[in-house]
């Protein structure tokens, strides 16, 4: 019989577990849902230009703003079209 210190680290690794799958899920959703939004901007300058806007507003920090701007000249390009 396992006592419950046992029991604990038990449901601790099965938490874990969870949450790597949870993490897991969420981050391939965010890829589909990313790779959408792309495909989509790329074949309409409208959604270009809310796409660009929404990057403006919401991203922040330098680094990822940098890692952003080769996409962000590329939306700035297809929302000109317009």
Known sequence: MLSIKQKIARMEDEIARLKVKERKLENGQKIIIGGMMLSMAKDSPIVASKLLEWIKK???RK???DRLKPLMDELE?????L
């Open 63 to 65: 680094t990822d703003i």
């Open 58 to 60: 919401e991203v922040t």
């Open 77 to 81: 390009k297809q929302s000109k079209s």
